[in-house]
Structure formats: structure tokens, C-alpha cells
């Protein structure tokens, strides 16, 4: 599908959900926020399904994450457009990047990376890919799309202005060092984007100016904006990140917390009207959840109303959306 036609102040936002089949209160906060913000600023809105996220998408979760954003009263302007659909700008990406010698292959596990990493830092998730395992040569050419393929990551911050969370900046190089940004995660398949490159490849491609999301995805603004320059892509994007919404226990919302899929809600009569009056809650537009339309939603919201902590989805939201 074609990307918008520019206009004289083309500000382009998308909504980039994972068709997971399993979106919950905390995406439609996002999705709900960075639509109101939208339509109150007068940006355009693509709705670009990342179904790269995932290994497999099972038949209908595209049509069902679409047809949940609807049900919250959202719109958008141009898509959904699939992430998927349009390997090629993906690949041509990849050849720049390996005519500019910024990738080679590398197909190290993980557990080769952890034993040559001289420091293993404690407590942290990952090691950071040891600069040492770089091949001698680097390519030039991207040879091979079925191997994975890392980005060089130079020491140095890279900074930003998040427009919600202020400035920040990370050191990609002690944070995850060279990343994978082509990957053969199913042996059955050719090689793909992971998604830190299938989204700034689209998110360019798309002319998107704003992206707004969950600050899970704060880190990845500095690795992002590595690839935007290792590419030549300009203007980078303006980013802003939201305090996640969290279970009762502090952890991501997730499985664990019980069934809180839209769907489920919505499969059990609860009225999109009460998800959305959850999220004006959490958005600080009011100090008990009253159900509330879209419309209503995007009259009221303020981005200086949300507090700047994480939000936690409360046994008492989920009979909120229970009744
Ligand atoms: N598809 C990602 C998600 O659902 C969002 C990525 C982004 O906004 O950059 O978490």
C-alpha cells in the first residue's frame, strides 16, 4: 500500500501493534494515547501491523488486533499495512548497510557470546556482544540473507529528547553492543528483519515523524537512531515514551496476571466504554474508572495529566472490566 502523500507539515504518527492475539489494557493505554494525541495535533496515523514480532501468526489475529483497536473507537488514516508484505525495502536496507561496512554475519549463540565475554556483568539480562568476536573482514556485500547479521556498535552515547520521559541517552555499545539486525530465526525460512531494523526501515519509508510507545522500548530509541544514521535516514523521528503499565506484582503485564485480553473482556459483554474509562483513570482524567466513549476520551486527554510512574493494572481495574 502507499505511504501518505506529503503535505506541507507532514507530522505522521503509526499504531504498531504485534498481532499477538493477546492485546491487553496496557496497549489499548498506549494506542488510546497516542491516538487522542494525534487527532488533538492534527498528525496523520498509519495503523502498521509488526507481525515480524512474532514466529508464527496464527489465521485471523491480524483481523482481530485490527478489529479491536475499532471496537476501543479508534481510527487512522492509511492500513493497516503489513509489516511483512514489503520484504524488499528490508533487504535494500541490508545491502546499504553492508556496502557501508556497518554489518557482517554472525551466527554465535548465545551461550558462545556469555563464554567469551570477559566481564559478564552481574545481574543483567544479556552480555553485551564482545567486540572480539567481530570477523576479521567485514563484508561488503550482504551475501547471505539466510545467516543472522549484527550492526558495529561504537562506544558513545546517543542521546535524545523523549518528549514524555525528557532527555535521555544510552550507550548501545555496553547495553547490547553489535545487535542483530537480519536473523534466520526459523530454519525453515529465509532470513528476516528483527524489529529493530524492520522499524526504522518502515518507520522512514512511511515518513513517520512521532513515534509514541511503551518505555520498555526507551533503549531502543538510542539503537534506533544508531540505524537511522548508519543509514543516512533523515529527520530522525521525535519519540515519546509512556511509563508502562505494570501488574500488581511490579512485572510487565503479562499471563500471569490472569486472562486480561481485550478480547476476553470484550467476548465477556464488558463495553469498550469501560477499557477506555480504565485508561482515563491511568491517564489522570479521573480519580475512579467511569465508563467513558472514545470521543470523550480524546475531548479530555492531557499528556501532562499522566503521572510519570508506572501504572498498575490493580486487581480492582480487572472487576472494573469484569462486570
Ligand atoms: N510492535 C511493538 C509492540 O507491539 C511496538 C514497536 C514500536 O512502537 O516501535 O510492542
Request: hydrophobic fraction near 35%.
Amino acid at each position: 500500500m502507499t505511504p501518505p502523500a506529503p503535505t506541507p507539515d507532514p507530522h505522521v504518527t503509526r499504531l504498531a501493534p504485534s498481532p499477538t492475539g493477546a492485546l491487553h489494557p496496557g496497549n489499548a493505554r498506549t494506542f488510546l494515547v497516542n491516538w487522542a494525541l494525534a487527532r488533538q495535533r492534527g498528525w496523520r496515523i498509519i495503523l502498521r501491523i509488526e507481525d515480524l514480532d512474532s514466529p508464527r501468526i496464527k489465521p485471523g489475529v491480524i483481523d482481530l488486533t485490527v478489529d479491536l483497536l475499532r471496537w476501543l473507537g479508534i481510527d487512522w488514516d492509511f492500513g493497516p499495512l503489513v509489516q511483512s508484505e514489503e520484504p524488499g525495502p528490508h533487504r535494500q536496507a541490508m545491502e546499504r548497510l553492508a556496502k557501508e561496512g556497518r554489518v557482517y554475519p554472525c551466527e554465535l549463540t548465545r551461550g558462545q557470546i556469555e563464554a567469551a565475554a570477559s566481564a559478564p556483568q552481574e545481574g543483567a539480562h544479556d552480555t553485551p556482544f564482545p567486540r572480539d568476536l567481530r570477523p576479521a573482514t567485514i563484508p561488503r556485500e550482504f551475501s547471505d540473507a539466510s545467516a543472522s547479521w549484527r550492526l558495529i556498535v561504537e562506544p558513545g552515547e546517543v542521546g535524545f529528547e523523549d518528549e514524555f520521559a525528557g532527555p535521555r541517552s544510552f550507550d548501545v555499545s555496553r547495553i547490547v553492543g553489535d545487535f542483530v539486525v537480519w536473523t534466520r530465526r526459523d530454519p525453515a525460512r529465509a532470513g528476516q528483519p528483527t524489529y529493530q531494523l524492520a522499524v526504522v526501515v518502515d518507520d522512514h519509508r512511511q515518513g513517520v515523524t512521532n513515534v509514541v510507545r511503551g518505555d520498555d522500548l526507551l533503549d531502543s530509541g538510542s539503537r534506533q537512531l544508531l540505524l537511522y544514521r548508519a543509514l543516512g535516514y533523515r529527520p530522525e523521528p521525535s519519540y515519546l515514551h509512556l511509563p508502562l503499565v505494570r501488574g500488581p506484582d511490579g512485572r510487565r503485564l503479562a499471563k500471569r496476571h490472569g486472562d486480561t485480553r481485550l478480547d476476553a473482556y470484550r467476548s465477556a459483554g464488558v463495553p469498550a466504554e469501560r477499557v477506555v474509562g480504565l485508561v482515563a483513570h491511568w491517564c489522570g482524567l479521573s480519580k475512579t474508572p467511569r465508563p467513558m466513549p472514545a470521543s470523550e476520551f480524546l475531548a479530555s486527554f492531557r499528556l501532562d495529566t499522566i503521572p510519570r510512574t508506572p501504572i498498575t493494572f490493580t486487581p480492582e481495574n480487572h472487576q472494573w472490566l469484569g462486570r
